[in-house]
């Protein structure tokens, strides 16, 4: 046989085998999206296992995949979710910060799946004001919602249910899949938690899991912002009252005045506590009180109440994360016993990521690693071949076009993202993109992080801050992981960061966002 004819031979069966595995996958997998809320990389084990152990999530990267690049388009709650519904950049669907309403009239993936014969759920948070559209049944907390007892406002009808958030979230989401829904149809389930949002208020059946745990504090908690002068006027700070002792770490006390008491957050906290029913209060109290009276027999100062702070803090926080893990179980269990795993795509990310001390915070909004990234799991139907990590990078402007290539629905030409679909086999892929675009907007505003957008490659990272301020910062992901150095007068560097000017320009001019006087 001459070579070339035993090479196209070989490209027809190797092309056969690649139709071979794509004809055995189902042809409209059920869709099953489960987000949480500030979710950082730090604390899911399947990522990072320093500080919790997560099995029921690691459960879906162990059966399925885990992206180990996956960014945010702009690191904030609502334009979060509408990136992920239009699978575009916040300045082309519009919602460019918490702010705003979302023009629920817009097309979005679940308004194309329904039209493509899907039943689609909503439950949970969902915090874009307007009422949300394309779907066939919701339920969802008002607003940022609460953890204890919260109102759902189910289909326009408000109501409040004793529990807690997460597992009542859980629970009507296994109620709308096991008896409301029409069994006869495919469907997506979006399944959006509260959790692990601020302020941190665990389960009481969580709350002393972590009680005599000591976490290891980050390198750079006690950062200078040298060079960074976005990073030092934040105020997302735990060393000062950014982080309040009331509210976010539950000192409820007439003896402790809040750290900014102007703000009558202690008046706040107290509300907060108020929705709960005696047991709870009493197990919350049992809990708390006498770490209250340790905290005032002791009254830490400087640098001894900032790492009491960033304790309290981790304990709290990984406590809503354990209920989060626990009801993910629980969901991915149903799933199993009723067999519809095999037909399903079981998706878990967060709206962000979240600062776990690193650079001092809490919070997100900045173009760092950790409220840039965002965990990103898949549990594969039937017929996806891939397994284990997957390094290319991807932006939650992709979800909108992989959901709707899964359900094999023509992606609408306007859409930003990237099907992810070609990842999900084990081919390889033979060209991806080599950068993502990010760009927030909220300031002036809550914490105070100033405008900025940027560019990120497997290695570099290029931001402008903008607004009240023109500063450009470089990193060399690399070498400076936990992005201290600001290189951007470094003349070893100047010629990438030129290339990289040039890069995002061309990304401005793709996305359509070189006009910054719109906003
Ligand atoms: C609230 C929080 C902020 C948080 C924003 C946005 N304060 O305003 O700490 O940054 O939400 O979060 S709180 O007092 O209400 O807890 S987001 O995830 O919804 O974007
Ligand atoms: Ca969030």
Redesign the pocket.
Known sequence: MNKSLFLSLGCISILALGCQQKADIPKQPNIVFIMT??HSIQTLSAYDSRYIQTPNLDRIAKEGVIFQNSFVANS???PSRAVMLTGKHSHKNGQIN?RVTFDGSQQTFPKLLRAAGYQTALIGKW?LKSNPTGFDYWNILPG?GQYYNPDFIEMGEQKRFEGYATTLTTDFAINWLDQQRDKTKPFCLLVHHKAP???WMPDTADLDLYADKTFTIPDNFYDDYEGRTAAKEQHMSIHTGDMDLA?DLKMVDDDITTARPGLGLGKTARNMLKRMNDKQRAAWNKHYNPIIQDFKDRNPKGKELSEWKFQRYMRDYLSCVKSVDDNVGRLLDYLDNQQLSENTIIVYTS??GFYMGEHGWF???FMYEESLRTPLLMKLPKGYTKKGAITQLVQNIDYAPTFLDLAGVDIPGDIQGESLKPLLFKDPVDSWRNSIYYHYYEYPG??MVKRHYGIRTDRYKLIHFYNDIDQWEFYDLEEDPTEMNNLINSTKHQNIITTLKEQLHKLQIKYDDLDKTIY
């Open positions: 809320d500030d904030i709650c609502a918490n915090h940022q949002h601020r302020t509210y709206d962000q919070d997100k909004r809550g914490h």
